[in-house]
């Protein structure tokens, strides 16, 4: 088989005419099988040169995909099996990643927590649920995460509480604190600690109370007048998590 070409790309790749083929190959590849001295190839040699070029595709992809940011084991297997790369060769290319130290679940979990704590409101049970489904050992989590002290989620907490409390303009309290619960619980954070938290805030919805009697009574005065209609606006509040008889001073009549 006759070496017809070889032509330079921009990147480092070789395009090689073989037999009127063209091939694709990695600088390295040329060099490792000097490729420019010879002016034939036997088809046994071609086979072995492609077989060599595609798990250099396979590191040097996985090295781009790594670029953009810190990936796990897991998702680089899975990138490289959606490029159809074998399994022989993605076992060798993670092999290689080690051994370079591209792939470190120490540095990875280390790195992924303190943007977690940094960048997110979530709390140590979601970054721990989300660190396994990327593959990473729960032991070495636990590891990671038994270094930050609780200081550091009381004050996520807090500042989370904080801006929902600030921002609040239609939930009573009650309604208030259950929902920030729940959404606090489904952010990775302890029932316990939301609770203790929570109880040291004096949340003041006397104007949303207002507000919504308001509102209550403009509807529901169409239909009802008197004691009725009184019965009608308490029934709609207490739905909405209004302790009434904390607000009973607070209702404004015409």
């Known amino acids: 088989m006759k070496i017809e070409k070889f032509i330079k790309d921009s990147t480092n790749k070789y395009k090689l005419i073989i037999d009127g083929e063209n091939y694709k190959l990695y600088d390295d590849v040329i060099l490792k099988y000097q490729l420019i001295m010879k002016e034939s190839i036997t088809q046994k040699e071609l086979d072995e040169v492609l077989d060599y070029n595609e798990k250099l595709t396979s590191y040097y992809d996985s090295i781009r995909y790594l ?41 990875y979990v280390k790195s992924y927590i303190n943007d977690q704590i940094n960048l997110t409101n979530n709390g140590p049970y979601k970054i721990i649920k989300n660190l396994i489904n990327l593959g990473i050992n729960e032991n070495l ?31 009573s309290k ?3 604190k259950m929902k920030i619960t729940n959404e606090l619980i489904n952010l990775g954070y302890e029932k316990e600690m939301i609770l203790n938290n929570l109880s040291n805030y004096d ?46 001073g607070d209702t404004y009549e015409d």
Not at 94 to 105: G, H
Not at 154 to 169: A, G, L, M, S
Not at 209 to 236: F, H, M, P, Q, T
């Open 174 to 176: 009650n309604m208030l």
């Open 141 to 171: 989590i636990n590891e990671r995460l038994s270094t930050i002290s609780d200081e550091v989620w009381n004050e996520k907490v807090d500042k989370y509480i904080d801006k929902k409390v600030r921002v609040n303009h239609k939930n």
């Open 67 to 107: 670029n953009k940011k810190m990936r796990s084991e897991k998702e680089i297997r899975e990138y490289l099996k959606k490029r159809m790369v074998s399994n022989e060769n993605i076992d060798l290319t993670i092999e290689k990643l080690k051994s370079n130290n591209f792939i470190n679940e120490e540095i």
């Open 203 to 248: 949340i003041i919805d006397k104007d949303i109370y207002k507000n919504e009697y308001e509102k209550a009574k403009k509807v529901l005065e169409k239909k009802y007048s008197g004691y009725e209609l009184d019965r009608k606006i308490k029934e709609r509040l207490y739905r909405k998590g209004f302790n009434v008889l904390e607000h009973m």
